[in-house]
């Protein structure tokens, strides 16, 4: 998809960057806080004539967006002093937007842009798919773009010369404009050439015809896992002769008019307005003028977001195209301040139910009770009665006055906090382990205060009464007890958190199994101990929730209604695309083995997905975030994720595909908020307290974490209420199964 890959992915001598881009710009404020030293720069590009291809059907509101997004943004409100465009055609015009002056008014605005600049760029016409420089066809097991195509936008000179800038060609410039510290946002009101074409009476799709029934768009994003102990990232060497933006200050907003399978249309507005040249506009370009313009106090990118969601949702229902937005979405419009997002959840209404914007993935549970909120004011209560993964069915316990209720507007600004949370029997099982010859006075008050957890309705752990899985044990170890019952090295007296199979060691001779989990606590802060212990139960607690709902939720589970969601391993080739070869099973992975990781979607539904990392030591790393277009009937929509390489290292992992149905919301479903850090560690950049044996003789292997789906709560109790709300969870897990002594 046009977009996905314009920020996403600057791949000149295969080069990828994490930038960010690829998806939905949606809907509400923007806050407009900015230095008085920096500079407001703004490049608005219209390409509506195209005297050169008869073929190609003009666009007057590209035209008409450009002019009016220049008016708004010189007014007082934004201030804007530079302003750029090239639009129209003018026989002989240094204004047309060509190929060339394109390019020409690009590295203008990367020249004057300096640390602090707001910039921002409109793109306004039509997008299309132009064949992949061969350059970029040279990986053969993983190719950048699966379909052998680039996405570009047509510049107005194009023609039998096809004059085209290519997503790699933005991406590039826009990595510039961050590296000069330039905060950017730049908005592509055009089609990203999908497979959709929505061009019925008044809308005119803005994309040029091409391949059918394509799928969708690989868009890999790069997270730092290569610490993780499990998976190597697999990624090609950058480039020397391009500087690394890494350390740049500037940031990115992007905001795509459609997802990759979409079209975006070009329509009469306002409504109602007589159809002519002078009343088309490009329909994101439309709603996003008319919120800048009614925009106040701090807002920020992601509340913008939301706020174009509401309208879209307001004038077009659930068809399409759905606005995707990426980048440094908590800084403010035009500002440099960056606000945490609020946690809250949102309220719908559905006729006469109502329902909430969260599920079991967020911590509600049936009987859950949340405090209702209009403007950060109490306005009533609610109870929730079913939940699925994404979504809730709520009661009033106690209801708003009734000009909330009839009042829309002030209904889509409600938001729900958890006040009352009902007790579950998903907990961590954490007994405490009694050693004889630890005497230390740090013991009687660490297991009085396990104790008073245990006693909590609130708390995460449990005993084995309780619990659902996974059983911990807390101690206190001497270094010569550690040694020879746990196989840990330790310089003084400790606390230990360990595994039930850590737990289970007797002595040195009894010890096949290695110690895959355990984490030293230094004995001599009760406050600091039980502060730690706190935050790595709550991890734990939260990687074990996230298997059980896999378990009620995956392809196995009795949630069910519509399966067809599936994680898979394939074997990387030199020869041949990963997608032509056999999934591998788990018997089948080896230290030092390279795969491609697949995602696929057989359902008659297109679905937003997030993809974690999970490990056994608690580590929970987002992935990748996008959407999945519904499969066919003689194959499944196939999406590659990933590539990874297994390292020789013991424990166990998974890819965990959360996944929601598009149709029902129009924002991506992106959990990655589920994140976390290892247990044990408790700053990005801190070596892991987490101990394993170095005798590899000893590195047998404790079952997998897929096998905790199994162990999970299933009474008919809870299948009556957890509600069905078209979600599913995939998981594909492996170990090291075999480790080679050449690659450690």
Known sequence: MFLDDVIGKNRTMKTRRTIILGAFLAALCVSICTAAESQRQALLIACSDFPNAPGVKPLPGARNDV????????????????????AGWTEGSDRNPTAENIKAAFERLISKSGRDDQVFILMSGHGTQVDMLPSKNDSPGLQEEPDGKDE????????????????????????????????????????????????EGDEEPRRLLTDDTRQTNQNISHRDSSDTGIVDIVRPASNPDREDTTGSQGSLVALFAAQNYETTPEMTRPVGAVASPENRRGLLSYHLEYLLNNVAGKTTYRDLENALAGRYYAE????????????DLDRTLFGLETITPNNSLGLLRKKDQYELRGGMMDGVTVGTVLDVSLDDKPVGTVEAIEVGLNRSTLRWV????????????????????????????????????????????????????????????????GTSEHAAAGKWSVCVATPETARKRFHLDISDTSVLLLNEAAAMQRDVQQTLSGN???????????????????????????????????????????????????????????????????????????????????????????LWYTILLVQSNGLIAPIHSGSILQGHSFRPTVLEIERIRLRPTRGNAAYVAVTVPVLDQRK???????????????RIGENSATRS???????????????????????????LAIKDDGSQIAVRSWSVAEQDASQQ
């Open 67 to 86: 002019a009016r997004f220049a008016e708004l943004l010189g007014s007082p409100k934004f201030n804007f002093r530079d302003i750029e465009t090239l």
């Open 152 to 199: 570009a936008f047509i510049a107005a000179d194009y023609g039998p010369e096809e004059r085209v800038i290519r997503d790699d060609t933005i991406g590039g410039w826009l990595d510039q404009l961050k590296l000069k510290g330039a905060h950017v946002w730049v908005v592509f009101d055009c089609c990203h050439s999908g497979s959709l074409t929505r061009g």
């Open 316 to 327: 077009r229902g659930m068809s399409g195209p759905n606005p995707y937005a990426e980048g």
């Open 398 to 461: 106690e209801a708003p006055t009734e000009d909330v209720l009839s009042n829309e507007s002030s209904l889509n600004q409600l938001s729900c906090e958890i006040a009352k949370q009902p007790v579950i029997p998903w907990k961590v099982d954490v007994q405490w382990l009694s050693l004889s010859d630890a005497a230390s006075p740090i013991s009687e008050p660490l297991k009085r205060w396990i104790a008073e957890r245990h006693a909590l309705d609130s708390s995460v752990i």
């Open 668 to 682: 991506p479903a992106d959990f990655s908020y589920l994140a976390q850090l290892p247990i044990g560690v408790y």
């Open 516 to 606: 895959e989990v355990s984490v030293v606590y230094p004995a001599n802060a009760f406050e600091k101990i039980t502060q730690n212990l706190t935050t790595d139960f709550e991890r734990l607690f939260r990687m074990q929730r996230l298997f059980q709902l896999a378990g009620l939720y995956g392809d196995s589970g009795p949630m069910l209604s519509s399966r067809g969601v599936a994680v898979e391993f394939v074997p990387l080739s030199d020869d041949e695309s990963p997608r032509k070869l056999r999934p591998l099973s788990r018997g089948e992975l080896r230290a030092g083995d390279e795969v491609a990781v697949h995602l696929s979607n057989k359902k008659s539904k297109t």
């Open 693 to 719: 044996a170095e005798n590899t003789e000893n590195a047998a292997m404790s079952s997998t974490l897929g096998g905790v789906f199994s162990m999970t709560t299933r009474s008919s109790e809870n299948k």
